[in-house]
């Protein structure tokens, strides 16, 4: 596991979106993992900037998203459908063929699961999965549990989730109670994994993710045992180092 400090979130951005384009320039027609959350949105700010510049080319690029809400439609402006779209996509050259993300209208969790399971095998896996962390530890949403989820499942959200996204909506009684998210093997399956984070109120977790012990309580702890992992947090994520 790589560990790199960043002075404040734009620096974290930038280091963010440098080790993306890499992956990008590097592999021209990768699959990139993507998350959704306040913490990816300067990194996809810089990276719209570098692809407007001329930088970067995502024509042959494949995108997977982590989860989306159940029950919301695309158009709803919380979906993590509208969020890619709205905050990284609208601005880019990828084909909207070769972008995924669960789709939160189909009412029949096994078969979406399946289904969207089956378009990541089919895209040969995932080359650099980018993530955010929940203040409680989770990863897309796979929430404290006793045991580690595997693939994609349905996942009734944690209080403190709610909570802690209601911002985006009206009130927490707005916020859907259940999402659809990768599961814990399907992220560790990636072949490389971009950890980002951000901020006093993360630093407590972070430390916990890092240093604590390899726990569903903890699910982003598993990333201890990935081989290839970098994390880039900011020097208030840090500060219980
Ligand atoms: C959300 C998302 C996660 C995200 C996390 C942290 O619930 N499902 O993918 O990483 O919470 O969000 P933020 O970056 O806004 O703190």
């Known amino acids: 596991m790589r560990l790199y400090r960043a ?9 963010a979106a440098n080790i993306i384009s890499a992956q990008v320039i590097m592999k021209p027609d990768c699959v990139l993992g993507l998350a959704t959350g306040s913490s990816p949105l300067g990194t996809y ?3 719209i900037e570098w692809y407007k510049k001329g930088d970067l080319d995502f024509s042959e690029v494949k995108s997977v998203n982590l989860d989306e809400y159940k029950g919301l439609p695309k158009d709803n ?15 880019i050259n990828i084909n909207p063929e ?19 399971n089956q378009v990541i095998s089919d895209l040969g896996g995932i080359d650099l999965q980018l993530l955010g962390l929940g203040h409680n530890g989770h990863i897309g949403f796979n929430e404290p ?3 580690f ?19 985006f909506f009206a009130s927490a009684d707005d916020v859907p109670r259940q999402a659809y998210t990768m599961g814990i093997k399907t992220i560790m399956q990636a072949r490389k994994i971009l950890l980002i984070v951000s901020g006093e109120d993360k630093a407590q977790i972070l430390y916990d993710v890092l240093n604590g012990p390899i ?4 699910p982003a702890s ?20």
């Open 7 to 15: 002075k404040d979130y734009n620096d974290l951005s930038r280091k």
């Open 45 to 47: 700010r810089q990276l």
């Open 77 to 91: 402006d919380q979906s993590y459908y509208y969020f890619m779209h709205q905050n990284f996509f609208k601005d």
């Open 98 to 116: 070769n972008t995924h993300i669960p789709n939160g209208m189909e009412p029949d969790s096994e078969k979406e699961c399946s289904r969207y």
């Open 145 to 147: 549990d006793t045991a």
């Open 149 to 167: 989820a595997k693939m994609t499942h349905c996942v009734d959200l944690a209080p403190s989730t709610i909570e802690a996204n209601k911002r």
């Open 215 to 218: 726990t569903p309580h903890v």
């Open 222 to 241: 598993i990333l201890q045992l990935h081989s290839d992992v970098t994390v880039v947090a900011d020097e208030a994520a840090l500060s219980k180092f």
